[in-house]
């Protein structure tokens, strides 16, 4: 079989197209042809050359059809959850991202974000993909939603936990402007009975504190604050600064959300 290790490579790229798979691992090829690691070498080193198919992390690797070979990667949800299975991780597309399939596209993230369970992910960050793993040590699942891709499917988290997610991460993402600008495109696709039961099952208290206090002061999205507020009644908040970051020598939440104000939020639109 060694003479004709590109032929059967050609052949099992092919195979996984047609299945709607546009990865594969080391592991599962040398383990179908029997190859050693240096064959495997020897055999993907073509590949790569011909852009045929893209490393995206160690043994991991995508197949590029021939309309994103100049790109030599592909869109982001033609991977991602055979990434995480192949990383052994639960996950969601979360943040800016997850804005992004709902619409809230005013700002085209330079970075993709995926919230995952476990331990810690290192980032990749090359010149064709740019992906933030960002650890949560639980979530709802009712929260989830599964979004359709050319691939398959995606794990991704509903509008309301990515507004939770986009002031619990503010300091991923750039800063309470830029969350504050991308929650006044969401806000659209939030209704207020659906938020009101994803904030009882959100359990940072005043993470839900300051998206009340944005949604209310700053974007006068009243109906939507009534709700976080209502969930908020039967807890027990306590006077919070709107930025962990800044110093303050006020004191005072002047605001029923018991948040300090101490900077001042600009939606950039």
């Known amino acids: 079989m060694a003479d004709n290790h590109y032929e059967y490579l050609d052949s099992f790229l092919d195979r996984q197209r047609s299945r709607g798979r546009f990865t594969f691992t080391a592991d599962e090829v040398k383990k179908e042809f029997e190859l050693s690691e240096n064959a495997f070498k020897k055999t993907t080193q073509r590949l790569l050359e011909q852009n045929k198919i893209s490393r995206l992390r160690n043994k991991f690797y995508l197949i590029i059809p021939p309309e994103y070979s100049t790109r030599q990667t592909l869109p982001f949800g033609y991977f991602i959850d055979d990434l995480?299975?192949?990383?052994?991780?639960?996950?969601?597309?979360?943040?800016?991202?997850?804005?992004?399939?709902?619409?809230?596209?005013?700002?085209?993230?330079?970075?993709?974000?995926?919230?995952?369970?476990?331990?810690?992910?290192?980032?990749?960050?090359?010149?064709?993909?740019?992906?933030?793993?960002?650890?949560?040590?639980?979530?709802?699942?009712?929260?989830?939603?599964?979004?359709?891709?050319?691939?398959?499917?995606?794990?991704?988290s509903s509008p309301e936990l990515t507004a939770f997610d986009l002031l619990f991460y503010v300091d991923r993402i750039g800063g309470f402007n830029r969350a504050a600008t991308v929650l006044s495109e969401?806000?659209?696709?939030?209704?207020?009975?659906?938020?009101?039961?994803?904030?009882?099952?959100?359990?940072?208290?005043?993470?839900?504190?300051?998206?009340?206090?944005?949604?209310?002061?700053?974007?006068s999205k009243v109906k939507l604050a009534d709700a976080i507020y209502e969930a908020l009644d039967v807890r027990t908040c306590y006077p919070t600064k709107l930025s962990t970051s800044e110093e303050s020598d006020n004191q005072r939440a002047p605001n029923r959300w018991k948040v300090i104000p101490n900077i001042e939020i600009e939606v950039e639109l």
């Open 84 to 156: 995480m299975t192949f990383l052994d991780r639960e996950y969601y597309v979360g943040l800016l991202t997850a804005a992004m399939y709902h619409g809230a596209a005013h700002q085209q993230p330079q970075q993709q974000f995926i919230v995952h369970d476990s331990s810690y992910i290192r980032p990749i960050d090359n010149r064709r993909q740019s992906i933030v793993f960002c650890l949560k040590k639980e979530w709802n699942k009712k929260d989830i939603q599964e979004q359709k891709t050319d691939a398959g499917f995606i794990n991704i």
């Open 186 to 219: 969401l806000e659209s696709n939030i209704e207020s009975s659906d938020l009101f039961k994803a904030a009882q099952r959100f359990n940072q208290t005043t993470t839900l504190q300051r998206l009340g206090y944005i949604f209310d002061e700053v974007l």
